[in-house]
């Protein structure tokens, strides 16, 4: 079946202790379904993964299974810098009938060579061992500063054709998106950022997953959707403009946050795990401001 449309990766709510809110989570999974999103990558950069144990992980992703959530239309981070972890992590998804798991190569050590990144993936699908797993091999050099080359990318697909399926490429770097779709047609790619979703659909691309699909699936769903159309430019400028206006503000997690907490009235959702802090309100309050003032619209979940 594969995935083909928007997919958002997922804020993480927490309460106050710092725990995950299931309830919250839950009802923001829910909303951008409902919105329109063609798949969930929960788990990723934008759900703080990396603040979260395996065991969060695990449990959070059941708990959705179980709400009603279809697995077909999940597909949680497998980011870890182990082996052991990472092969658990795809293991569970798998077993779960989670369409798909994003994996971020080891991200620790730098430097590595494409031979140590492609031993990584090829032992964890190896350990796996499930004709269930579909991999999305997740390339976000800005912040794992480790990669996917080229050239490891179809050595992947060459080993494990029926499953390394795709990938989302979060460079920021047109180019090497494009050169992915040239090179790999079979795969399903996806710019990790809707201001390369038009360029990304002509030349063959599946969609995007992106960050600000938290709040806003609808405009981002309405490029994808009319992307042969004639007004297809004009759509995808407007997406492209709310895109920057967020990455002017800050750090996208903490202030995407604090956008759902000031359109919901729900404090709670500023809460974000340390490392992290919570984003200036007065920033937020400017972007707001700016957002409307565009004709940006937005509906809050509730729960």
């Known amino acids: 079946m594969g995935f083909r449309g928007v997919l958002v990766p997922v804020l993480t709510p927490f309460k106050a202790d710092l725990s995950p809110d299931a309830g919250r989570f839950l009802a923001l999974c829910r909303h951008l379904l409902a919105e329109g999103a063609a798949g969930l990558a929960v788990f990723g950069t934008t759900s703080e993964a990396n603040s979260l144990s395996a065991g969060e992980r695990k449990a959070l992703l059941e708990m959705l299974v179980e709400n009603g959530i279809g697995a077909d239309k999940l597909m949680p981070g497998t980011g870890a810098c182990s082996i052991t972890e990472a092969s658990e992590l795809a293991g569970h998804a798998a077993g779960l009938g989670c ?157 995407l946050k604090a956008y759902i907490a000031r359109k919901s009235g729900d404090a709670d959702w500023t809460t974000v795990r340390p490392p992290m802090v919570a984003a200036d309100s007065d920033a937020v309050a400017a972007l707001d401001a700016d957002l409307e003032a565009m004709g940006f619209s937005y509906t809050a979940p509730r729960g």
């Open 99 to 255: 369409g798909g798991v994003l994996m971020l190569p080891p991200f620790y050590y730098k430097g590595v060579p494409d031979d140590g990144v492609f031993a990584f993936v090829d032992t964890v699908i190896s350990r796996v061992g499930s004709d269930r797993l579909k991999v999305y091999l997740y390339h976000i050099p800005p912040v794992a500063q480790v990669g996917y080359s080229l050239d490891v990318v179809g050595r992947l697909v060459s080993a494990h054709p029926e499953t390394v399926v795709g990938l989302k490429d979060s460079s920021g770097d047109w180019s090497n998106t494009a050169a992915l779709l040239d090179a790999y047609p079979q795969l399903e790619i996806f710019p990790g950022s809707e201001v390369f979703l038009l360029d990304g659909l002509r030349k063959g691309g599946a969609g995007c997953i992106t960050a600000t699909g938290n709040v806003a699936v609808p405009s981002i769903k309405a490029v994808f959707d009319g992307f042969e159309g004639p007004d297809a430019d004009e759509k995808q400028a407007k997406v492209t403009a709310v895109r920057r206006r967020f990455q002017e503000t800050g750090p996208m997690v903490p202030v």
